[in-house]
């Protein structure tokens, strides 16, 4: 089975700071099936990234996401008021979520 | 616009029995599985099980695995979610989501909270 951690839990940054976002897998999994979702407080989750690198329809290209193997990175490269939230990488071949980190205002 | 839309907010007690909905349109209902992922109060998103809708064949987490059972009638384009008998611990807002293998999950449904209390 394998086992999604993401770090860190909770990302502390200003408005206009990058972020970077880690998510390693317990055993090699095809970035084909890596992706990235965004939940804000009372919503539902909202696809970002798929295939760990290509943004999803209607996502702002200051969203990134990289890397291959077992580990796995989301950047958000100019951190907007609208960007903090919770953010859950999955390998959706297996369905398995990470953990989640959190980004808030600091 | 292809979207999900679930049922409404439930309040039930220990040992009742529920089930809630997951209505697809905008797209071929029979084409993509549903899964349905489980967030108890504060934490993180955990896959309970999905289903593929063109002849109801579904795969289950082991941690959900014979508490909960998937269906789908996909002649009004709607999947199903049910407890036989709910436990306090079953209180959380539960999400389903189009799985397409090309790109992860979505869109997602707008979420149905359960409370289970006595």
């Known amino acids: 089975e394998i086992v999604l951690t993401q770090s860190p839990g909770t990302l502390s940054l200003s408005p206009g700071e990058r972020a970077t976002l880690s998510c390693r897998a317990s055993q090699s999994v095809s970035s084909s099936y890596l992706a990235w979702y965004q939940q804000k407080p009372g919503q539902a989750p909202r696809l970002l990234i798929y295939?760990?690198?290509s943004r999803a329809t209607g996502i702002p290209d200051r969203f990134s996401g990289s890397g291959s193997g077992t580990d796995f990175t989301l950047t958000i490269s100019r951190l907007e008021p609208e960007d903090f939230a919770v953010y859950y990488c999955?390998?959706?071949?297996?369905?398995?979520f990470g953990g989640g980190t959190k980004v808030e205002i600091k | 616009e292809v979207q999900l839309v679930q049922s409404g907010a439930e309040v039930k007690k220990p040992g009742e029995s529920l089930r809630i909905s997951c209505k697809g349109s905008g797209y071929s209902f029979t084409s993509y599985w549903i899964s349905w992922v489980r967030q108890m109060p504060g934490k993180g998103l955990e896959w309970m099980g999905r289903?593929?809708?063109?002849?109801?064949?579904?795969n289950y987490s082991p941690s959900f695995q014979g508490h909960v059972t998937i269906s789908a009638d996909k002649s009004i384009s709607t999947a199903y979610l049910q407890w036989s008998s709910l436990k306090a611990s079953d209180t959380a807002m539960y999400y389903c989501a189009r799985l397409d293998t090309a790109i992860g999950y979505d869109p997602w449904g707008q979420g149905t909270l359960v409370t289970v209390s006595s």
């Open positions: 999955q390998q959706y071949g297996s369905s398995r």
């Open positions: 295939g760990a690198s």
């Open positions: 289903i593929d809708p063109s002849d109801s064949y579904t």
